[in-house]
């Protein structure tokens, strides 16, 4: 069946350290998204692609990079810029054009420690 | 001010009960959806709307172009139901239209 797989669901991580989050879709989606959820707030977009090679800052990108070297696939790295890494963070995919179905995976919870 | 706006936060519920979950947005949009997300986190997409009403089993989702509201309706209610409903705008500009905004969302609890 096709879907988004992230990777790992838990993660824990240093302080100061780098970390990289994995999200990979076997839908053939041109578009992926980076979300991260904070308790009591909606979803905010950090970063996304409407195709390889291609991306675009969210409305809350500083400390965070991405790359889309594959269209199956589009990392987000938590670098140590990042102030308050420690959230739920959600991949997401659309068809694009006009295709209506979003696709979400199933997310990581990073803590830094 | 959050340009998608939910209501209520929190709800509880006894099961069999109907459920309202209501959406307000401020901008144009093209497109407003309705997502179930339980406790794993995992986001579960379930109505796709751009005018009218849907209906999928026990679930159903109206929305009010002129008015700006949605809404998500749950009838007899059931203690699976018990997840957080949010409510997210695809916009209408060229460049973000695939870009969503979602809304705080709402913490269903449906007790046996």
């Known amino acids: 069946d096709g879907g988004i797989t992230q990777s790992p669901k838990y993660l824990f991580r240093k302080e100061g350290q780098n970390v990289t989050l994995s999200c990979e879709q076997n839908l053939n989606h041109d578009a992926m998204y980076w979300y991260r959820q904070d308790p009591g707030q909606g979803l905010r977009l950090i970063y996304y692609?409407?195709?390889?090679?291609?991306?675009q800052k969210g409305d809350i990108a500083e400390g965070y990079s991405v790359s889309r070297e594959k269209k199956e696939s589009f990392p987000l790295t938590v670098t140590s810029a990042q102030k308050n890494p420690t959230a739920f963070y959600l991949c997401?995919?659309?068809?694009?054009?006009?295709?209506?179905?979003?696709?979400f995976g199933s997310g990581t919870r990073l803590t830094v420690v | 001010k959050n340009e998608v706006e939910q209501s209520p936060q929190n709800l509880t519920a006894q099961e069999g009960e109907f459920i309202t979950i209501n959406c307000s947005y401020s901008?144009?949009?093209?497109?407003l959806h309705w997502l179930q997300q339980h406790p794993g986190g995992g986001i579960v997409s379930l109505f796709m709307?751009?005018?009218g009403k849907k209906k999928h089993g026990r679930l159903i989702a109206t929305i009010n172009i002129q008015e700006k509201h949605s809404s998500l309706h749950i009838t007899a209610s059931h203690p699976r139901d018990s997840a957080v409903y949010i409510c997210?705008?695809?916009?209408?500009?060229?460049?973000?239209?695939?870009?969503?905004?979602f809304g705080k969302g709402t913490l269903l609890t449906v007790n046996p």
């Open positions: 709307l751009s005018s």
């Open positions: 901008v144009g949009i093209s497109a």
């Open positions: 997210a705008v695809r916009g209408t500009s060229g460049g973000s239209n695939y870009k969503l905004t």
């Open positions: 692609s409407q195709i390889v090679n291609d991306f």
């Open positions: 997401a995919s659309h068809p694009g054009g006009t295709g209506w179905g979003y696709t």
